[in-house]
């Protein structure tokens, strides 16, 4: 064997190693595009009803695209995607009722505090609280704490609450399915959230969902924000131990604050470029980490299979 030959199988293993923290940022990245042009839709047919075209058009593709029909379910797994996709549709529905009132960057922040929370229930060593520290510290620099907190309208902070309880809900049912291929689990997860959300959006927009020029535009809010990051998340989730993937994700309100300024015209202040820098030095960290610490530990109920 050569040594061109060797180097490539030895490459080949690290790059399989890198592709779950690959599909993990890139979901983050289009998650929060697609969520600042969804946000622009509130106005036509409110947060229920942006929240009914994202998870409803989400189902629809992937239910085409992987045919979960095909597979034989057990009643256990069927009761562990409905749990799954439950709180998949109550956290994507808190969050638009949040993002109604809140700007994106510090609605991202306080919903972060579910993974953040699942990450320091799941914290065994002194590294991993360092750089959960380092995101408390960046989290702490994004929400007004030591500014206008009266700003923050309570309903959508209230939301803001909700969606994070639902998001921890979402990674400890989602891992509870582990072994379901990902995209037939992201298909019957994505349609139970569509049912969920379903009678808050008919009820709040209406006929107005029939619009043909606000389904072109929910079909690509969907797509960029529903489909394509959660089928790329339920990917990461296999792999990524929960406390690595909770701080990694930390990175996903300064996404969200860059994305709000960009499309929304919500400008970013000094802190919250500090903010940016702390939370993306927390992932950045706790993935150089991962090469002392190894993959998941096979005592925690919550790691990849």
């Given at each position: 064997m050569?040594?061109s030959?060797?180097?490539?199988?030895?490459?080949?293993?690290?790059?399989?190693?890198?592709?779950?923290y690959?599909?993990?940022?890139?979901?983050?990245v289009?998650?929060?595009?697609?969520?600042s042009f969804a946000?622009?839709?509130?106005?036509?047919?409110?947060?229920e009803?942006t929240?009914f075209?994202?998870?409803?058009?989400?189902?629809l593709?992937?239910?085409?695209?992987?045919?979960?029909?095909?597979?034989?379910?057990?009643?256990?797994?069927?009761?562990?995607?409905?749990?799954y996709?439950?709180?998949?549709?109550a956290?994507?529905?808190?969050?638009?009722?949040?993002?109604?009132?809140?700007?994106?960057?510090?609605?991202?922040?306080?919903?972060f505090?579910?993974?953040?929370?699942?990450?320091?229930?799941?914290s065994?060593?002194?590294?991993?609280?360092?750089?959960?520290?380092?995101?408390?510290?960046?989290l702490?620099?994004?929400?007004?704490?030591?500014?206008?907190?009266?700003?923050?309208?309570?309903?959508?902070?209230?939301?803001a609450?909700?969606?994070?309880?639902f998001?921890?809900l979402?990674?400890?049912f989602?891992?509870?399915?582990?072994?379901v291929h990902?995209g037939?689990?992201?298909?019957?997860?994505?349609?139970?959230?569509?049912?969920?959300?379903?009678?808050?959006?008919?009820?709040?927009?209406g006929l107005?969902?029939?619009?043909p020029?606000?389904?072109?535009?929910?079909f690509?809010a969907?797509?960029?924000?529903?489909?394509?990051?959660?089928?790329?998340?339920?990917?990461?989730m296999?792999?990524i131990?929960?406390?690595?993937?909770?701080?990694?994700?930390?990175a996903?309100?300064?996404?969200?604050?860059?994305?709000?300024?960009?499309?929304?015209?919500?400008?970013l202040?000094a802190?919250?470029?500090?903010?940016?820098?702390?939370?993306?030095?927390?992932?950045?960290?706790?993935?150089?980490?991962?090469?002392?610490d190894?993959?998941?530990?096979?005592?925690?109920?919550?790691?990849?299979?």
């Amino acid at each position: 064997m050569t040594n061109s030959t060797a180097q490539k199988r030895a490459d080949e293993p690290r790059s399989a190693a890198l592709l779950p923290y690959a599909a993990l940022v890139g979901a983050m990245v289009f998650v929060t595009i697609g969520t600042s042009f969804a946000k622009q839709l509130f106005v036509d047919i409110g947060a229920e009803g942006t929240a009914f075209y994202r998870a409803g058009f989400s189902a629809l593709v992937l239910l085409a695209v992987w045919r979960p029909w095909r597979r034989v379910w057990t009643l256990r797994e069927l009761a562990d995607m409905a749990l799954y996709g439950g709180a998949l549709g109550a956290m994507n529905l808190s969050f638009y009722k949040a993002l109604a009132t809140l700007p994106l960057g510090v609605a991202m922040a306080i919903e972060f505090l579910g993974p953040l929370s699942v990450a320091l229930l799941h914290s065994r060593r002194l590294a991993h609280l360092v750089w959960i520290g380092l995101a408390v510290i960046g989290l702490g620099l994004l929400l007004p704490i030591a500014g206008p907190v009266r700003a923050l309208d309570p309903v959508g902070t209230g939301f803001a609450l909700l969606a994070a309880l639902f998001w921890a809900l979402y990674i400890v049912f989602g891992q509870r399915g582990g072994h379901v291929h990902p995209g037939q689990a992201v298909a019957v997860g994505m349609t139970t959230a569509a049912l969920v959300i379903a009678p808050f959006g008919i009820a709040s927009a209406g006929l107005r969902l029939f619009d043909p020029r606000l389904l072109v535009l929910g079909f690509g809010a969907s797509m960029v924000s529903g489909a394509l990051p959660f089928s790329l998340e339920r990917v990461a989730m296999r792999s990524i131990p929960h406390r690595t993937f909770g701080i990694i994700v930390a990175a996903e309100p300064g996404v969200g604050a860059l994305m709000g300024m960009l499309m929304l015209g919500e400008m970013l202040t000094a802190r919250q470029v500090l903010a940016i820098a702390c939370v993306i030095a927390a992932g950045a960290g706790s993935v150089l980490w991962q090469g002392h610490d190894g993959h998941a530990l096979p005592d925690d109920p919550l790691c990849g299979e």
